[in-house]
T-cell receptor
Framework: DAGITQSPRHKVTETGTPVTLRCHQT?????MYWYRQDPGHGLRLIHY???????DKGEVSDGYSVSRSKTEDFLLTLESATSSQTSVYFC??????????FGQGTRLTVV | DAKTTQPTSMDCAEGRAANLPCNHS???????VYWYRQIHSQGPQYIIH???NNETNEMASLIITEDRKSSTLILPHATLRDTAVYYC????????????FGTGTRLTIIP
């Protein structure tokens, strides 16, 4: 399995609090992605990164920010969590021409 | 990004070949066709990808039409463990690495 780790795996937080999810890779891959998955929807891209400090928005980026200060870490931040952000979050990595590897997911509940 | 269209769901008898279609009529010349699957709530798993030639690996075969506007994923001898949601994705290379998922096909293998 590719070296990709998401933390935490589960989190419950209160509405209005900031939350940061971490994706860590040991593959030195250039591309990293954050997705969310909700019942009735497939995976929806939140943000992605194509290099250190190079990020771009996906289709559901409102309410989320990301940072990538080094190759191995891609952080997803919910500045002020809302109940609509209750979801399962997946991180993925890709080296470019090859395929993507996905993490095991983070289940976030905002109460 | 090129869009993909897949049937919402399919059934297949155990031991038979499962053929999953995908339409990608707006695919451009440098875009690859990727297939992933997601079993229950796990992270998506890579299956196979191709550009214009048919491809085969230990998991599946990928048949891409000559005009590249559609493709078929073939699981030659489906087992119960192949029950999953299958995603067909079109993805570029060299600067267009966004990885966008549709809603996929829910494949159910019938005993």
């Amino acid at each position: 399995d590719a070296g990709i780790t998401q933390s935490p795996r589960h989190k419950v937080t209160e509405t209005g609090t900031p939350v940061t999810l971490r994706c860590h890779q040991t593959e030195n891959h250039r591309y990293m992605y954050w997705y969310r998955q909700d019942p009735g929807h497939g995976l929806r891209l939140i943000h992605y990164s194509y290099g250190v400090k190079d990020t771009d928005k996906g289709e559901v980026s409102d309410g989320y920010s990301v940072s990538r200060s080094k190759t191995e870490d891609f952080l997803l931040t919910l500045e002020s969590a809302t109940s609509s952000q209750t979801s399962v979050y997946f991180c993925a990595i890709s080296g470019g021409r090859g395929h993507a590897f996905f993490g095991q997911g983070t289940r976030l509940t905002v109460v | 990004d090129a869009k993909t269209t897949q049937p919402t769901s399919m059934d297949c008898a155990e031991g038979r070949a499962a053929n999953l279609p995908c339409n990608h009529s707006t695919i451009s010349g440098n875009e690859y066709v990727y297939w992933y699957r997601q079993i229950h709530s796990q992270g998506p798993q890579y299956i196979i990808h191709g550009l214009k030639n048919n491809e085969t690996n230990e998991m599946a075969s990928l048949i891409i039409t000559e005009d590249r506007k559609s493709s078929t994923l073939i699981l030659p001898h489906a087992t119960l463990r192949d029950t999953a949601v299958y995603y067909c994705i079109v993805r570029g290379n060299f600067g267009n690495e966004k990885l966008t998922f549709g809603t996929g096909t829910r494949l159910t293998i019938i005993p």
